[in-house]
C-alpha cells in the first residue's frame, strides 16, 4: 500500500497515508525513536525519565524498550535493526542516557533507557 504503520503488539496504533510523505513514497532509509519528559516545573527542574534510573542498570533497574523491528515489505517481513547501525544519544547525558542496544532471546532486540532528570540523590 505504500503507507506507513506503527504497531504494538501486533495491533495497529498509528497509520500516515503515502501521499503526506512524498519523499517516503517508495521507502524509508532510516527509522528514527525519540522521548521526551516534561513536568509543571520542566524548564528549571527536569524530572526523571523512565524507572529514574541510568541505562547503565540495565534489566530490574533501567526502563527499556524490547522486541524492536522494522517492517520490510519488500521483503515481506520484520527485520531486527543492525546493531552495527544504530547510534544511542542523549541531549544531556548527565541527567538521562541510552544505551545497551542488544538481542535478548526473551525479549529481541532491547535497548535501555532512563535518568535521575535534576534530582540529586542525596
Known sequence: SK??????????IGYWP????????NKGDAAFWGGIVEGPT??????QMGSGHFASEGYGGAAF????????????????????????ESSDKSKYTVERFE????VGMRIFYGGLGSYKAY
Open 103 to 106: 538481542y535478548s532471546k526473551y
Open 18 to 25: 503515502s501521499a503526506l510523505f512524498e519523499f517516503l513514497r
Open 42 to 47: 520542566a524548564s528549571s527542574n527536569s524530572p
Open 65 to 88: 524498550v524490547k522486541n524492536i523491528q522494522i517492517a520490510n515489505n519488500e521483503k515481506g517481513y520484520f527485520d531486527t535493526p543492525d546493531k552495527s547501525q544504530v547510534r544511542p
Open 3 to 12: 503507507n506507513w504503520w506503527l504497531t504494538y503488539e501486533h495491533v495497529a
